[in-house]
């Protein structure tokens, strides 16, 4: 029996998968900042240090936002300020302390309450980028009751609700059933009509049939071309059709 590899999700290898993107985006970003920093001489060092945690953190924020907008918030909050802290981490590291929060700082100087507080400008750069310009759902407001109709509890009209679509599906089932039912008792209709291709005649004397080849014989009248037996018409003398007497 051959070894079975582990089952993997589609839903938690798209969440790996873009928790490894947003590191990597972590990096970049923390990159940029420190290249940045380094060259600044524009700017306060100190000033362009809060403007780099809270640009990262709101770079971050809005990317987790995009990410993982299909998740719940608590993992999209959780991810923007794990982004956002490695960012400032990285960036630190880079510049030496320059830029960010230095990780290699020495334990006679910790804690770094300068590093904790750009760790705080930057989780509340992400947790603001993740929280704004949400749409609120629409409170649905009920229906006013009608006077003097009281309205049928919630259980009614769900199953209200839920029957009218299967009647209408019995409907439109019924009338498709009913037209092919039609439609073969029109064609067994059709069938049961015959056309024989033969003319049937009967003297007009004796009104009795006149086989094709009549042992008793036929007289055809040369006028209305009516036929007769042979024996009718020598007892008569004449066609029997009244149009010979006008």
């Given at each position: 029996?051959s070894g079975s ?204 049939p006149i086989e ?35």
């Amino acid at each position: 029996m051959s070894g079975s590899q582990p089952y993997t999700s589609p839903r938690l290898f798209l969440l790996l998968f873009r928790l490894e993107l947003l590191a990597l985006l972590a990096c970049f970003t923390a990159a940029g900042f420190a290249v940045a920093g380094v060259v600044n001489d524009t700017i306060l060092a100190w000033v362009y240090t809060i403007a780099a945690a809270a640009g990262a953190g709101t770079f971050l924020g809005f990317v987790s936002r995009l990410f993982f907008r299909r998740f719940s918030f608590p993992l999209r909050w959780t991810a923007a300020i794990t982004a956002t802290m490695l960012s400032l981490l990285i960036m630190g590291w880079l510049t030496q302390g320059l830029v960010g929060a230095d990780p290699t700082l020495p334990a006679e100087k910790r804690p770094d309450w300068a590093g904790l507080g750009l760790m705080a400008v930057g989780i509340a750069a992400s947790t603001l980028a993740l929280v704004a310009w949400r749409k609120r759902a629409a409170a649905v407001s009920p229906a006013p009751a009608r006077e003097g109709i009281p309205e049928p509890p919630p259980a009614a009209q769900e199953k209200k609700i839920k029957s009218i679509p299967s009647a209408k599906a019995a409907s439109s089932s019924r009338n498709r059933f009913g037209g092919v039912r039609r439609f073969f008792q029109r064609a067994r209709r059709d069938a049961e009509i015959r056309l024989t291709g033969a003319e049937k005649y009967k003297c007009p004397y004796c009104l009795q049939p006149i086989e094709a080849r009549d042992p008793r014989g036929v007289v055809v009248c040369p006028i209305c071309h009516t036929r007769h037996h042979k024996d009718c018409w020598d007892i008569t003398g004449m066609c029997q059709v009244p149009h010979y007497h006008a």
